[in-house]
């Protein structure tokens, strides 16, 4: 069974940085396409950072040039580096995993940006 499980979620300042962990199980996650989503209260949720079995990178507009996705193929986990971090940013953010038809969500992390 595949198991996607976040970490690293909380309450950070505007302007600090913050770092998301994915820790897969049931998948080895150079073989997927693997994503973080994020959703806030009231909103839809939506694609933040895409990683491809090739290595490609897709990012949203909202928060290109200040987070980062990467890949640990040796731990099997993905990460998810956030950097100057504003209100807007708070939401439950989601690792997601998909190969074909199949796909898997995590339980989500909180993460609050918030003085």
């Known amino acids: 069974q595949v198991q996607l499980v976040e970490s690293g979620g909380g309450l950070v300042q505007p302007g600090g940085s913050l770092r998301l962990s994915c820790l897969a199980s049931?998948?080895?996650?150079?073989?997927?396409?693997m994503s973080w989503y994020r959703q806030a209260p009231g909103k839809e949720r939506e694609l933040v950072a895409r990683i491809g079995r090739g290595g490609w990178l897709n990012y949203a507009d909202s928060v290109k040039g200040r987070f980062t996705i990467s890949r640990d193929n040796a731990k099997n986990m993905v990460y998810l580096r956030m950097n100057s971090l504003k209100p807007e940013d708070t939401a439950v953010y989601y690792c997601y995993a998909n190969l074909i038809s199949r796909s898997s969500w995590g339980q989500g992390t909180q993460v609050t940006v918030s003085s």
């Open positions: 049931g998948i080895i996650v150079s073989d997927y396409t």
